[in-house]
C-alpha cells in the first residue's frame, strides 16, 4: 500500500478545486495522513531482540520489575490501602471527634471480622446464620442440661453399674425412634415440620420425668438402688435419644439451606452460638442443683422443647427454607414436571450406607471416635463416684442409703448433689473450650488448612489423649482428657464432618445421615460400653485394656480421615453427588474418576508385553525406543 494513498478521499466539487491548487512538486493529497514514521527504529528493534534473548536465559534487564521500587505496592493487602479520606464516609467526616472514633472502630472491627470469616459470610449472611443457631442454641442447651443430670439419676435409682448397661439399651431404644423418623421423612410433612413434632413430644416426656421424679416411692426421694427402678432408665434412655434425633434433624435441615462456600465460614459460628447454651446449662445445674434439687433441674431443662420451636417459626417466618423454595419455582415453571421418585421407604438409609464408602467414611468420622470417648467417660465416673462416696459416706445408721436387707451401700443426698454438681462443671468446661475454638478458630482453621488437613486434627489429638490416660490414670488427668475430648468433638470434628455431607444426595442427607447419627451413634456407645462393662469389676484393669481399645480406634481414624479427605476433593471438583447413581451425568463423572486413577483406560490402550518378547532376538536394537513406553490416555472432563 502506497503511503501517499488517502482511504477516504474527499469527492466534494470545493475539495477537487483545493487539491488542483496545490503545486505539483511534492504534490499529495491534503487530506491526507502519513502512514509510516520518520522515527529511527533500529534501537527498538535492538531492545525487543535482547529481552526476548533474556528471557530464555533467565536474565533481567536492570530497570524491570525487579528493580521497580513501586513493584511491591501490587502485593499489598487491599485492606492496607484504605485512603484517609476517600474511603470514610462524609458524614462522619463532617462529625466531631466521637463521630470519627466510632467510625474507625467500625471499620476496625469490619477488617477483624473479615479476617476471622472471610467474605464468604457477609454480615447480612451472619444474621441468617445466627438465627438458625438461636435453635441449636436452646437444643443444646437444654440436652446438656439434662445430660449432666443423666448419669446423677441413674446412679442414684439404679447404681453406677447399670450405665454401661443402659447405654446398650439405648441402642434399641433408639432404632425405634429413628424408625419412627424416617417414616416422617416419608411423608408430605415439610422437614421443619418435625422441629414441632419432636419438640413437642420431648416437652411432654420430659415433664412427665421430671413430675415422677419428685414421687417419694418411684422417684429420688427414694434412695435404695436398684436395677429394676424403671424411671432411672427411662430417664437416661430419653434424654439419648433427644440428643440424637434432634441433632441430626437440625445438620440436616442446615446442610440442605446452606451452600458449602457459606458453611466453611458459618459452621463454626453456629457450633460457637450452641456452645453458650451448652455451657449455660451445665452452669444452672452445678449452681443449683444443691438447692434446686434434680427434679426441678429437670424440669427446667423440658422448658427448651418450647424454645427450640419458636426460634425455628421465627426463622422459618423471615428467611424460609429450601424446599419452599424450590417449590415455588416448581409452580412457576409452566415446563411439564417429571414424575416423582418412588419413596424408598424407611431401609433408605441403611442402602446407601451399604453401597457407598463415601458414606461408610462418614459414619466412622462421626461415630467411632464415641468409643474413645465412652471408655474415658465412664473411667470418669467411677473415679468421681468413689471420690464422692468417701467426701460424703454412708453409714450403717442411715437407712436412706443403706439397704439392711441387701447390705449394700447407696450414694447419701449430698453425695448424689455434689455429683450431678461436678458433671455440671465439667460440662462447663467443656462447652467453655469449645465455645472458644468454635468462635476464634473453628472457621480459620478450615480457611487455613483446608478440610482434608483439618480432617486429620481430631484422631490425633485422641491418640495423644488416650496415651496421656494411661500415662496417669487419676481423676483430674481423666476429668481434663474428657474435656479435651468432648472440647474438640463439638468444635472440630462435629463441623468438619458435616462439610462432608455437601457433595451428597437429600436422600444421604437425611435418610442416611439418621441412621449414622441416631443409630451409628448410639452402636459406637454401646460398642464402649461392651468394653467397660468387661472390665467394670477394676479400674485399673479397665484404664489398661480400655487404652489399648481407643488407641486401635485412634489409629484407624487417622487413616480414614486422609481417605475422606482425597474423596471430599475429588468429588467437589468433579461435581460428583453421591447417592445420585441414577442421574447420567453423576454416573459418568464417577466413571471419568475411576479412569483416571487406574492404571489403563476403556480405551484399549493396553500393554502386550508377550508379544514383543518372540521378536526381542530377531530385532535387537532396531526397536525405536519411542515404543518402549506406551503412554496412559487421560480423560479430561469438561
Known amino acids: 500500500m502506497s503511503s501517499q494513498r488517502d482511504p477516504y478521499p474527499m469527492s466534494s466539487d470545493e475539495a477537487k478545486a483545493l487539491e488542483e491548487s496545490v503545486p505539483e512538486k511534492g504534490k499529495k493529497k ?26 530464555l536465559t533467565g536474565k533481567k534487564k536492570a530497570g524491570t520489575d525487579e528493580d521497580d521500587i513501586y513493584s511491591h505496592v501490587d502485593g499489598a493487602d487491599e485492606e492496607d490501602k484504605e485512603d484517609p479520606v476517600l474511603d470514610v464516609p462524609l458524614d462522619e ?74 447405654k446398650m439399651l439405648s441402642v434399641f431404644i ?18 421443619h415440620q418435625l422441629f414441632y413434632v419432636f419438640g413437642t413430644f420431648y416437652f411432654c416426656l420430659f415433664l412427665l420425668i421430671s413430675l415422677m421424679l419428685m414421687d417419694e416411692n418411684i422417684g429420688l426421694p427414694n434412695k435404695f438402688q436398684s436395677e429394676d427402678r424403671i424411671l432411672g432408665w427411662v430417664s437416661y434412655c430419653s434424654i439419648e435419644s433427644f440428643g440424637s434425633v434432634m441433632v441430626s434433624l437440625f445438620w440436616s435441615f442446615a446442610n440442605s439451606n446452606i451452600s458449602l462456600e457459606t458453611a466453611k465460614s458459618s459452621y463454626g459460628v453456629m457450633v460457637a452460638t450452641a456452645q453458650l447454651g451448652s455451657i449455660l446449662g451445665p452452669a444452672i445445674v452445678n449452681a443449683y442443683a444443691e438447692t434446686w434439687g434434680l427434679a426441678n433441674c429437670f424440669m427446667l431443662g423440658s422448658m427448651n422443647m418450647l424454645l427450640l420451636q419458636a426460634t425455628m417459626y421465627n426463622y422459618i417466618r423471615i428467611y424460609g427454607t429450601s424446599e419452599q423454595r424450590a417449590l415455588e419455582a416448581e409452580q412457576n415453571d409452566p415446563a411439564p414436571k417429571p414424575k416423582k421418585k418412588e419413596r424408598a421407604g424407611v431401609l433408605e438409609g441403611l442402602r446407601l450406607f451399604w453401597e457407598h464408602n463415601y458414606v461408610k467414611g462418614i459414619f466412622a468420622i462421626s461415630c467411632l471416635f464415641m468409643v474413645e470417648v465412652t471408655i474415658v467417660d465412664f473411667t470418669l465416673k467411677v473415679l468421681a463416684q468413689e471420690y464422692f462416696s468417701e467426701e460424703h459416706p454412708c453409714e450403717m445408721s442411715n437407712p436412706d442409703c443403706y439397704n439392711a436387707e441387701t447390705g ?20 462447663v468446661a467443656t462447652n467453655s473450650l469449645s465455645f472458644v475454638f468454635s468462635l476464634l478458630g473453628t472457621s480459620a482453621v478450615i480457611r487455613k488448612l483446608g478440610l482434608r488437613l483439618t480432617l486429620l486434627l481430631f484422631p490425633s489429638l485422641c491418640l495423644g489423649v488416650i496415651i496421656m490416660v494411661r500415662l496417669y490414670p487419676t481423676l483430674y488427668v481423666v476429668f481434663f482428657a474428657m474435656i479435651l475430648l468432648k472440647g474438640n ?25 439418621s441412621w449414622i447419627d441416631i443409630f451409628g451413634a448410639r452402636g459406637s456407645k454401646a460398642l464402649g460400653s461392651v468394653v467397660t462393662n468387661a472390665f467394670s469389676y477394676s479400674v ?15 489409629s484407624f481414624l487417622i487413616w480414614n480421615a486422609r481417605f475422606m479427605g482425597k474423596k471430599f476433593e475429588e468429588y467437589t471438583e ?23 486413577e487406574s492404571d489403563d483406560t476403556s480405551c484399549a490402550l493396553n500393554e502386550d508385553e508377550d508379544d514383543d518378547e518372540e521378536d526381542d532376538d530377531q530385532e535387537g536394537d532396531k526397536v525405536d525406543k519411542t515404543f518402549a513406553k506406551k503412554p496412559k490416555a487421560e480423560i479430561t472432563m469438561v
Open 30 to 55: 491534503w487530506s491526507s495522513m502519513k502512514t509510516d514514521s520518520d522515527v529511527d527504529t533500529s534501537k527498538i528493534e535492538a531492545d525487543e531482540e535482547e529481552a526476548a534473548s533474556g528471557s
Open 93 to 166: 467526616l463532617r462529625g466531631g471527634s466521637v463521630a470519627r472514633m466510632i467510625g474507625s472502630a467500625k471499620r476496625s472491627m469490619l477488617k477483624i471480622y473479615k479476617r476471622l470469616y472471610g467474605e464468604k459470610l457477609p454480615p447480612s449472611e451472619m444474621l441468617r446464620t445466627l438465627t438458625l443457631a438461636s435453635t441449636l442454641f436452646f437444643m443444646i442447651g437444654g440436652y446438656w442440661l439434662l445430660r449432666s443430670l443423666k448419669d446423677s439419676v441413674l446412679m442414684a435409682l439404679c447404681g453406677y453399674k447399670a450405665i454401661p448397661k443402659a
Open 174 to 191: 433408639v432404632l425405634g425412634v429413628v424408625s419412627v423418623y424416617n417414616k416422617l421423612l416419608d411423608s408430605s410433612l415439610p422437614k
Open 408 to 427: 449394700e451401700f447407696g450414694l447419701t443426698e449430698e453425695a448424689t448433689n455434689a455429683l450431678a454438681s461436678f458433671m455440671g462443671l465439667f460440662g
Open 489 to 513: 468433638s463439638y468444635a472440630l470434628n462435629n463441623p468438619t464432618k458435616e462439610m462432608l455431607y455437601q457433595p451428597t444426595s437429600p436422600s444421604v442427607k437425611y435418610k442416611a445421615k
Open 540 to 554: 485399673d484393669v479397665l484404664i489398661a485394656n480400655g487404652s489399648l481399645v481407643g488407641m486401635a480406634v485412634a
Open 574 to 596: 468433579s461435581g460428583y453427588i453421591v447417592g445420585e447413581d441414577n442421574n447420567p451425568e453423576t454416573t459418568n463423572i464417577n466413571m471419568a474418576i475411576q479412569q483416571n
